[in-house]
């Protein structure tokens, strides 16, 4: 429960969410940001990375007494053990969503799709011949049938490469190979990693650091590309669109269904079912004036990028949404889903229902969605939430009116067609304005929000320096989440906040200073950008060359340390706004902060405040851009993105 010193303006940013947090107190509602308060005194073996319980010898504690586990492992083998479980627990994560995905995809070339189907045949064709795949002449189904099969056996090569490395820069395949992490199948890194972590297996922490991040490797380049890739095949990809954030989407006198998690199948047939007028007739036969389907995290994030669906809030705002008193049902998948859930609804009528077999709660109702009739099966899901409606309390009803609008939905072929056109896309445009610098480099800032922290507050305050000093800034989850709530993703006002360089670029082009790029998996939409601008040339030969930067600035989850550590090994530096739990071993955060610089010709930064952020980040590119002889004084001059023209003033 909150204590007396407890100011919601503290602890979050939005005036929608102070609100909100104010009426949790008043309501007497736990929520993340009082239980964090009990939480207060961390463990210091913890957040060091030297408490080690990986055999029943222990648990080892590493003290000046003590400095070796029963074993006798120090606290360089017993941190980069643990860091090493966080990276493979981020990986199984994401390569888990993408093996449903790829499932599915499979079912649907073999005709089993049911409702699903592909939906993309562009974005198939492109896959395939990413891949290779022969398919002149060929039926999509056939096409994706091959593409289905290649992709599942991503999963489970042993003594080869991944396939979806092949999709880097040469050069960065070569430093990979060269450093013996060219990671195997995803299902092998897996496994392997956590073998090498059991008692009495690996203890070199640099052997074991390598493995960190050819471990990351198989997430960003295997994983999380492959679930962005088949993703776009099956619901589209995505293109710029229009929508609103934030809890004041919810409709005051409309059933409102929350989807939250990360595996967008369901959600996609719930957009379709909401549609559908025998919902909407059940919905105002109940007293409603319709649905309103909104998402809080990453499943939000991928129906708001192909639909337009309005996001109600980042990870922490889950709890704050059914605070509103106005949520029906809010329906889970897997990933970033508060156990809590259930126990702040219970306060409410709000109903939480899980719909993954792999993820349950006690409290929450379980949903068994039919494949076979995954429309029927949706529309049934909509109607438990109208029939929830009439339980709605008014007297427990406060839904804050803040509801910004946004602009989401660049894709890598979306960013290309703004910049090129529909005839000529590429990237050329974006690789000019930053050779003359008009646009000083690209930051991607990604990840969560942390109640240990202000909830935005540095993001926010890191994405307006940025903009300003004419820095284009990409972005992904809860972290573009943050910026809609802001204001940021409207190119009107966000323009208005950006420096002269990048306003001309974007005014050109139609398009906003910050461009939210999708969920968590479409981090890897980050890389493909980073490609995409090195083959375009002129900014070096591999990802590590081009003036980029990739920040972390409130993260929590075990996801956000693997996405770290494969951009690291793709070349970007990156931020963190707070340290890994490795400060035990001197030497694993050398081995992090600085020879990475030497084996990726890229680093980790710890920097907890964002001005500070920004100026390290301002100090990257520069060396950047100097490196690359780019770094000269701008001359005046405007350039006409339609024709690609420069005209002296
Ligand atoms: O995968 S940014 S809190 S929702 S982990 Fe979770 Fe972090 Fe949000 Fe998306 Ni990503
Ligand atoms: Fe202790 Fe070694 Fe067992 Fe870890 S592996 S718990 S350090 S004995």
């Not at 939005?14 to 104010?22: C, G, P």
């Not at 969605?369 to 409606?389: G, R």
């Not at 995409?532 to 075990?558: F, H, K, R, T, Y």
């Not at 694993?588 to 405040?609: M, P, Q, R």
């Amino acid at each position: 429960m909150a204590n007396e010193s407890f100011k919601a303006e503290d602890r979050v940013w939005d005036d929608a969410s102070v609100a909100t947090l104010i009426k949790a107190a008043e309501d007497g509602i736990d929520t993340c940001f009082s239980r964090v308060d009990s939480q207060k005194n961390r463990c210091k073996f913890g957040t060091d990375g030297i408490c080690c319980r990986i055999c029943h010898m222990g648990p080892c504690r590493i003290t000046k007494k003590a400095p070796k586990g029963v074993c006798g492992a120090d606290a360089d083998t017993i941190v980069a053990r643990n860091f090493l479980r966080e990276v493979v627990a981020g990986l199984a994560a994401h390569s888990d969503h993408a093996r449903h995905l790829v499932l599915r995809f499979k079912k649907v070339a073999e005709g089993n799709g049911n409702s699903f189907q592909i939906k993309d045949e562009r974005a198939l064709r492109s896959a395939a011949r990413l891949y290779k795949i022969e398919e002149n002449g060929r039926s999509s189904e056939h096409v994706a049938l091959d593409l289905a099969n290649l992709l599942l056996n991503e999963f489970s090569l042993q003594e080869e490469s991944l396939k979806t490395l092949c999709l880097a820069p040469e050069k960065q395949q070569g430093i990979w190979k060269n450093l013996g992490i060219t990671p195997y199948g995803i299902d092998r890194m897996v496994v392997e990693s956590m073998h090498r972590t059991n008692m009495g297996v690996d203890h070199d922490y640099r052997n074991i650091m390598l493995q960190v991040f050819r471990t990351a490797l198989a997430d960003g380049w295997g994983g999380s590309r492959i679930a962005s890739i088949v993703s776009d095949i099956l619901f589209g990809t995505p293109s710029p669109v229009r929508s609103r954030s934030n809890l004041g989407v919810l409709g005051a006198e409309t059933v409102n269904i929350l989807v939250h998690g990360h595996e967008p199948a369901l959600s996609e047939i719930l957009v379709l079912a909401v549609q559908d007028p025998e919902i909407i007739q059940y919905a105002k036969d109940a007293g409603s004036k319709g649905v309103t389907l909104a998402g809080i995290c990453c499943t939000a994030n991928e129906i708001l990028i192909r639909h337009g669906i309005p996001v109600a809030g980042n990870f922490l705002q889950q709890e704050l949404a059914i605070i509103t008193g106005a949520v029906e049902v809010m329906i889970t998948d897997v990933q970033c889903c508060m156990p809590s859930l259930p126990e702040v609804a219970s306060a409410y009528h709000t109903q939480i229902i899980s719909t993954s077999d792999l993820a349950k709660t006690i409290g929450a109702a379980h949903f068994n969605f039919d494949d076979d009739k995954a429309l029927d099966s949706a529309k049934d899901l909509i109607k438990i939430a109208i029939d929830n409606f009439k339980n709605r309390d008014p007297d427990k009803v406060a839904i804050p009116s803040a509801a910004k609008p946004l602009v989401a939905g660049f894709s890598v072929d979306a960013i290309k067609y703004m910049l090129g056109g529909k005839f000529r896309a590429s990237f050329r445009p974006l690789n000019d304005a930053i050779i003359q610098g008009r646009i000083k480099g690209l930051v991607g800032i990604v990840g969560c929000s942390n109640p240990r922290e202000r909830m935005d507050n540095y993001t926010n305050i890191l994405t307006s320096e940025l903009v300003k000093n004419n820095v284009l800034v990409v972005k992904t989850g809860c972290a573009a989440i943050a910026s809609a709530k802001e204001g940021m993703l409207t190119p009107e006002s966000a323009l208005a906040q950006a420096g002269p360089g990048l306003r001309e670029v974007c005014e050109a082009i139609g398009m906003p200073p910050v461009l939210h790029m999708g969920s968590c998996v479409d981090n890897s939409r980050i890389l493909e950008a980073g490609t995409e601008v090195v083959l375009e040339g002129g900014l070096g030969d591999d990802i590590s060359q081009i003036p980029a930067v990739g920040v972390a600035p409130e993260w929590m989850s075990e996801k956000a340390i693997t996405i770290a550590c494969y951009f690291v090994a793709s070349g970007i530096d990156v931020i963190l706004g707070h340290p890994f739990f490795i400060s035990g071993s001197e030497k694993v955060g050398k081995y992090l902060n600085e020879d990475t610089k030497d084996l990726f010709g890229a680093s980790f930064h710890v920097c907890e405040d964002p001005h500070e952020a920004f100026k390290r980040i301002m100090k990257i590119l520069e060396k950047s851009r100097k490196k690359l002889g780019i770094n000269k004084k701008v001359e005046r001059k405007l350039y006409d993105m339609k024709d690609r023209r420069e005209l002296d003033v």
